[in-house]
Nanobody, 124 residues
């Protein structure tokens, strides 16, 4: 069992930066793939970024490529999402998730455990 707790959300202006953190506890050895997703009001949860344990393989949604960076600190059991040049359309609840088996995927249904989410609001 893996537990995930997100933090770092808040209210910012367009163009600002935020760094989200996701603390991982429990069976942390079962976290080969960690991902960030987001869900805006009235929309489905969508993929943002994902990273493997080795940090070699990273995948980004086209909408955030070049602005967001996912990273992980295995010693601290934490995954981060650095968000730069934020836009109003980035407003959403951001969730981290773990995928125990297989490789990196953008499919949310393949992730096994989820955090409770952290709200990011970008004012224009």
């Amino acid at each position: 069992q893996v537990q995930l707790v997100e933090s770092g959300g808040g209210l910012v202006q367009a163009g600002d930066s935020l760094r989200l953190s996701c603390a991982i506890s429990g069976r942390t050895t079962d976290t080969p793939v960690l991902g960030w997703f987001r869900q805006a009001p009235g929309k489905e949860r969508e993929f943002v970024a994902a990273i493997r344990t080795s940090s070699v393989s990273r995948v980004y949604a086209d909408s955030v490529k070049g602005r967001f960076t996912i990273s992980r600190d295995n010693a601290k059991n934490t995954v981060y999402l650095q968000m730069n040049s934020l836009k109003s359309e980035d407003t959403a609840v951001y969730y981290c998730a773990v995928k125990i088996g297989g490789g990196v995927t953008t499919n949310r249904y393949e992730y096994d455990s989820w955090g409770q989410g952290t709200q990011v609001t970008v004012s224009s």
